[in-house]
Structure formats: structure tokens, C-alpha cells
């Protein structure tokens, strides 16, 4: 059932979901850096990951930091879909539920908001 899609499309398909970001939210982050990667290795079906700490987290210490890291698993996302049309919404929902992450937003509420 996977779907094959080239990787550019993929980073396409993940700019636009970036773009779904409304600006004012859009605005607000800061030292973080997306990556796509194929999968993780700890966890293949993992479809993305937030690593860094969140904006309700931070405090004086922060400053000078590495930047936080969204990574979305292209390959995780592929299999689990059936068509482009399914992968463009999945995309859209894994790198809203990972920037959510930086915004201190936990699994649980994701889950209740549609997003999980």
C-alpha cells in the first residue's frame, strides 16, 4: 500500500504544510530547523519527531542553544498511505503536531484537537 513519491515532492509537500502555519504562530518560531529524513531508526513506523525544548519550557538558560529539531519520516509516511492525496494530508497533519511540540502542546491534547 505504500506510495511512491520523490523526495522533492515530499520536501514540497512539507513547505506547504509549513505554510498552513498561520503567520502570527508562523512568527513565533524561532531556532528550529525541519529535516526529512527516511526513517527513524529506533522507531521505523515513527512518522515525526520534535526534539528541543518547548517555548513554555524555556527559561534564561536557553540563549545560545542549538536549534530544536522537527524531523518527519518520509518513508514512515509513504507506506502508511494508499495515494498522493493521502500523503499531502498526513504530511500536513505530522509537521502541525510536531511544531505544536514547540509550542508545549502535549500528545494528549494534540489528540483532542484532531491532531493526533
Known amino acids: ?8 515532492r515530499f520536501e514540497e ?8 502555519i498561520p503567520p502570527e504562530l508562523a512568527r513565533a ?5 525541519v529535516l526529512i529524513e527516511p526513517r527513524n ?3 521505523p513506523h515513527l512518522l ?3 526534539h528541543g525544548i518547548a517555548l513554555t ?3 534564561s538558560q536557553y540563549g545560545g542553544s542549538l536549534p ?3 524531523t518527519i519520516y518520509r518513508e514512515a509516511i509513504l507506506d502508511i498511505c494508499g495515494d498522493e492525496h493521502e500523503v499531502v494530508q ?18 494528549e491534547r494534540l489528540h483532542q484537537l484532531g491532531w493526533g
Open 90 to 107: 498526513e504530511v500536513a497533519i505530522t509537521v502541525i503536531h510536531e511544531i505544536a511540540h514547540y509550542f508545549g502542546i502535549d500528545e
Open 57 to 59: 519550557e524555556r527559561d
Open 48 to 50: 515525526g519527531l520534535y
Open 13 to 20: 509537500l512539507v513547505g506547504d504544510a509549513l505554510d498552513l
Open 29 to 33: 518560531i524561532d531556532n528550529v530547523v
Open 41 to 43: 531508526t529506533e522507531d
Open 68 to 70: 530544536d529539531t522537527v
Open 1 to 8: 500500500m505504500s506510495v511512491t513519491m520523490s523526495a522533492d
